[in-house]
């Protein structure tokens, strides 16, 4: 089993900022994707911003420009997502997911973290 530890989320106005950390604990675990997905109040979970093994970033096209998914390279199980110009249309619930393999398993193993909530309001 991988957990993983969130942190960063909270209150803000809106054009405000945050920033998001996700980490596994598990040295072992090695990464596929990992990035943050997110569920506004009523609707279903969607993604927000994901990054390779490679380095290669998607974002979602609502949080282009104003988003930053990063990768801390020495210790690559851990990323950040920068959130600037934050809407009230980002609130929700925010996930942290990562996607890998255990030694010696061909299995892709797919975890979630608990949330955060993230609220974005005058």
């Known amino acids: 089993q991988v957990q993983l530890e969130e942190s960063g989320g909270g209150l803000v106005q809106p054009g405000g900022s945050l920033r998001l950390s996700c980490a596994t604990a598990r040295d072992s675990f090695s990464i596929n994707t990992m990035g943050w997905y997110r569920q506004p109040p009523g609707k279903e979970r969607e993604l927000v911003a994901t990054i390779t093994f490679r380095g290669d970033i998607d974002y979602a096209d609502s949080v282009k420009g104003r988003f930053t998914l990063s990768r801390d390279n020495s210790a690559k199980n851990t990323v950040y997502l920068q959130m600037n110009s934050l809407k009230p249309e980002d609130t929700a619930v925010y996930y942290c997911?990562?996607?890998?393999?255990?030694?010696?398993?061909?299995?892709?193993?797919?975890?979630w973290g608990q949330g955060t909530q993230v609220t974005v309001s005058s």
């Open positions: 997911n990562a996607k890998g393999y255990m030694p010696y398993d061909e299995v892709l193993y797919d975890y």
